[in-house]
C-alpha cells in the first residue's frame, strides 16, 4: 500500500502576499490566558468565575459555539458572540503514510500555512506542531530552511493547531512536541504562553513532560526558560560532536557555541534535578556519523542527563546529504550505549509522504503552480 495524497476543496490557491503576526487586536479566544478571560466576563457584566468556565469549554472540550455554552449567563453568551472570535485553521491538505501518520497542512485566517503531524504510537498519539512560518536559524539538511522565515506564529494560531487535531482524529492526542517549522525560542513570547495554556490544569491540562520544546540551542532564551519556570521538557537539535562539524551544518553555532550551549544544557539540568535533556542527533553519511564522532559526543555530553535520539536523515529532493548507513548508526549507537547512554534510534515517521517539516507544502505549492 502507497502514501495517499488527498487534494481538499480549497487546496488550489494562489499564494497571498506576505502578512504581518496575528495579534490579540482580533481578540481570539484560543489565545487568551487567565487574565484576558476574566477581562471578557468583566466586559460582559458577567463574574470572573465564569472565565474557568469558558476556559474548560473552549481549551479542554473544544466547544467553539458560544450558545452551547449552556453553564455560561446569556450576557456573557451574547458578548462573546458579537465581540470574540475563535481562530480556526483550514486543513487544506492531508497526507496519509503506510504506518499511521498523517500530516496536515493548515491554513490560517490570512492565508499563511504551516505544517503538523500526528505521529500514533503504543497507546498514544503525538502532534508536531510549528511555531513559525518557515524558519531563519538556516540548518543546512532541513527543507524548511530553504524558504526562510515568513513570520512567527501566535498562540492562538499555535492553539488552532491543537484544535484542528482533535477535529481531525478520534484519538485524543497525549503528547505535544514544538519541532514542526520554525524555532520556538525565536518566538519566545508566544511559545511561552502557548505552553502555559495547554499544560493549565483548568484548560487543555497536558502534563508539562508531555510537552517537549525543541531548539537549535538559543542560549540565552535556554536560561530564560529557567528563570521564567517555564515548565516543558527540553529537546535540543546538536547534530554534531564538534564545533567544526555543528558549525558547517548549523549556522548557529556560529553564534552560540556547543560549549555556550553545553554549558546551559548542564545548568538547566543542575536546576531541574531529576530532569533529563534530550539530545536530537540527525546521522548524515560521512559528515557526522562515524564512532570517532560518537566517541566525541560522549565526552561533549559528560555530567549531562541526556537521552540520545539518534535520527538517520530523512532524505528530501535536491538535498546533498544521504541517509547512513545501518551498520554506521548501529555501530553509532554501540558505542554510546557502551558508555552508559540511553540510546535510542528513531526512524523517520512517515518517510514513504516525505514526512519531514517542509515537505508537504513544498508539494502542494508546486502543485498550484502546475495547475494555475
Known amino acids: 500500500m502507497r502514501a495517499v495524497f488527498i487534494p481538499l476543496p480549497s487546496m488550489i490557491i494562489s499564494e497571498p502576499p506576505a502578512a504581518e503576526p496575528l495579534t490579540d487586536t482580533f481578540r481570539y479566544i484560543n489565545g487568551m490566558d487567565d ?86 504510537g503504543a497507546g498514544r498519539l503525538t502532534q508536531c506542531i510549528s511555531t513559525q512560518i518557515g524558519c531563519a536559524i538556516g540548518c543546512e539538511f532541513c527543507l524548511t530552511a530553504t524558504a526562510g522565515l515568513t513570520r512567527n506564529l501566535s498562540c492562538a494560531e499555535m492553539i488552532s493547531e491543537v484544535m484542528a487535531a482533535r477535529q481531525f ?41 508531555r510537552v517537549t520544546l525543541s531548539t537549535a540551542g538559543l542560549v540565552p532564551q535556554i536560561y530564560r526558560m529557567m528563570e521564567d519556570g517555564l515548565d516543558c521538557s527540553l529537546a535540543v537539535s546538536l547534530n554534531a560532536s564538534n564545533d567544526e562539524t555543528r558549525s558547517r551544518i548549523m549556522p548557529i553555532n556560529r553564534k552560540y557555541s556547543m560549549h555556550a550551549l553545553l554549558e546551559a544544557l548542564r545548568a538547566y539540568v543542575d536546576k531541574h534535578g531529576r530532569k533529563r535533556v534530550l539530545i536530537e542527533y540527525v546521522m548524515l553519511a560521512g559528515v557526522n556519523d562515524q564512532t570517532h564522532h560518537a566517541k566525541e559526543l560522549i565526552q561533549a555530553l559528560d555530567g549531562i542527563a541526556s537521552t540520545v535520539n539518534l535520527l538517520p536523515f530523512n532524505a528530501f529532493p535536491g538535498s546533498p546529504w544521504q541517509r547512513p548507513s545501518d551498520a554506521c548508526v548501529t555501530a553509532f549507537r554501540t558505542e554510546l550505549s557502551k558508555a552508559g547512554f540511553v540510546a535510542v534510534v528513531r526512524e523517520s515517521r512517515g518517510r514513504d509522504i516525505s514526512a519531514a517539516c517542509g515537505q508537504l507544502k513544498t508539494e502542494v505549492i508546486h502543485r498550484r503552480k502546475i495547475t494555475g
Open 169 to 209: 482524529t478520534r484519538s485524543p492526542v497525549r503528547n505535544i512536541v514544538l519541532m514542526g517549522m520554525g524555532e520556538p525560542l525565536h518566538n519566545y513570547d508566544e511559545v511561552a504562553k502557548f505552553i502555559r495554556l495547554v499544560t493549565d490544569p483548568k484548560g487543555m491540562a497536558f502534563s508539562p513532560r
Open 35 to 120: 487574565v484576558a478571560l476574566q477581562q471578557v466576563c468583566r466586559d460582559a457584566g458577567a463574574k470572573i468565575s465564569h472565565a474557568d468556565t469558558l476556559k474548560a469549554y473552549v481549551f479542554r472540550h473544544g466547544v467553539t459555539d458560544w450558545q452551547s455554552m449552556h453553564e455560561l449567563p446569556q450576557t456573557l453568551k451574547s458578548h462573546l458572540q458579537a465581540h470574540i472570535s475563535v481562530l480556526t485553521a483550514e486543513v487544506t491538505a492531508l497526507q496519509q503514510s503506510d504506518d499511521g501518520t498523517h500530516k496536515l497542512l493548515l491554513k490560517m485566517p490570512d492565508g499563511k500555512e504551516v505544517e503538523s503531524v500526528l505521529i500514533p
